[in-house]
Every structure is written in C-alpha cells, then in structure tokens.
C-alpha cells in the first residue's frame, strides 16, 4: 500500500481524544440520514399529528359491545372544509360535514356530533343514533362516525415511522463515528472498489471498499454506501478511523459529512456557530413543527 501524502488528518493525536461540546454535536448531526429523517419527520409528523387528534380512533373499541340506540333529531349540517377519497382521474376528494344532533335519555338532553362524507341528511330530520350502554356522551349517528377523519386515519403513521427509523439509524452512526473519533486509531487507506450494490437498483448508490493497515503487516477491509459516488474512484487515498481492539468496526473519514478540525497540536478543535447552525436546522424545525401541531392539533 502506497503512503498517505501529510495530511493534518495524519497529525491526530493519540486516543483518547477530548471533543469539545460543539464539534461532538455537530459531528452527532451531520449525518446525512438525520438531516433526511429530521425534516421529513417534520412534515409527515405534523400532518400525522393533526390528523390522529381530529381522527375516530376510539371507534376500533368503544362500539364493540352492546349499544343502545334511540332516535334524534339533526339540527344543524355544517361543512368542516376538510375532505376526503377522490378518485385517480378527478382528483376531488369528498367534503365532510359535521351533523349535529340532539336527543332524550333518561330523562336528560343530549347533544352529539357526527362526520360523514358519504351520507347526507338534512337539518331536522330523525336519525337513528347508536352509544355505548350508559354513556350518550358517546353518541354517533348509525353509519357515521365521532370524528373528523376515521380510524384509517392510522396508516398515515407509517410515513413517520421510516422518518423517525432513518433519523435513529443516522443517530446509531454518528455516535459510533463519534466513538471512534474519541478513542479510534487513524491509518491511511486506499479505495478498492466502487460497485453498484447488489439487488439495488438506484442508479447513485454505489458500495465502496477500502483497504487499510490495522496493523504493521495486517491488511483490514471496510465497506460502506454513498449516494454521492463521485467523492470516491479506485485508488483513491482516504483516512479510516477504526477500533484497535475489532478493526471492523471502522469509518471512512471523507465518508462523514463533518471535516474535523484540528489544531496545529492535532487536538481536535471547536468548530464556531456558524457551521455548527448548518446542522442544527433540520433537527430545530422538527422539534418546532412536531410542537406547533401537538398545541393546534
């Protein structure tokens, strides 16, 4: 293996390398999945939000035991401004509309509201209403439902459950990075190879595998993907941070979308606000949407 030209990389002092507070949390954050994951969380986790608060989830077992049902009179149709369904060609979806409805039970008068999108009835017709035994405070009318939207309403979890396992995942790496950068040894490596991945077929992902000296006379691998695969070609000189103890747990460093800076005693330095807010976008606004929608919603 040919030797790495000086770099201030190769002057990194001896582990254990103190981090200061901004430079760990930038590097905790620079991963590109935590930026991806931090702001599609932010979008499809607000829209969840919303959604799940003005949805019927209760509905999947508060109406499976024994109901009682009498009749009520509408007495007002109102139309919530939200919709729903659509067809493909027309695109338009099915405006829902709150019934309010009010009736006589033991003696007492009850007022309730239901959401439909697909019944229409008028106000001060007579509709049949369905609750829980003893609790009209639950009352909805027969085919309709108690709230905005219905319990389908939880698929839409699943956008913000990839979200938050790309933001998790992200965070696992940085903070094995981060592990490394504080107590890895570094040694020069060289690019390998850069191949498509097997059974992918996105056309920028590419698996890159570099060679590097663990120890005198000792060659170790590391494989890692990039979506950016013009950063790596074979034969190319990089850094590899990696456990003395188990040199497969390594890193890349032109893998990370962080450049450590040293000083000129190979200590690693502060970096200043300014890079560091780089980061801190992504991250700050979905914890400000996931908040604004949890107070709206």
Known sequence: MEPLAPTPLLALARPPREVPFRTA???????????????????????????????????????????????????????????????????????????????????????????????????????????????????????????????????????????????????????????????????PGVVQSVDRRPGRKQRRSRQVCVEFESEPGHNAFVEFSTSQPARFFVGQHVHVLFDARQSARSRVVEDLSFELPLDGRGRIAEVGFSRLARYLVAPGLCVVALLVALVLA
């Open 25 to 187: 949390l930038a590097l905790r954050l620079c991963e590109t999945m935590v930026q991806g994951g931090s702001a599609a969380l932010a979008v499809f986790g607000a829209v969840t939000i919303f959604l799940l608060a003005n949805a019927d989830i209760a509905s999947l077992w508060r109406y499976r035991g024994e109901l009682e049902r009498v009749e009520a009179r509408v007495t007002a149709v109102e139309d919530t401004g939200k919709g729903e369904g659509g067809g493909r060609r027309s695109g338009r979806s099915r405006p829902i509309q709150r019934f309010s409805f009010e009736f006589d039970h033991a003696g007492w008068r009850c007022r309730a509201t239901s959401y439909s999108s697909t019944l229409r009835v008028e106000p001060g017709a007579s509709v049949g209403v369905e609750f829980p035994r003893e609790q009209p405070e639950h009352a909805r009318i027969v085919g309709m439902r108690s709230d905005v939207f219905g319990p389908d309403a939880l698929l839409f979890l699943i956008a913000p459950a990839i979200a938050s396992f790309l933001l998790g995942w992200g965070l696992v790496r940085s903070s094995h990075a981060l592990r490394l950068v504080r107590t890895g040894s570094i040694a």
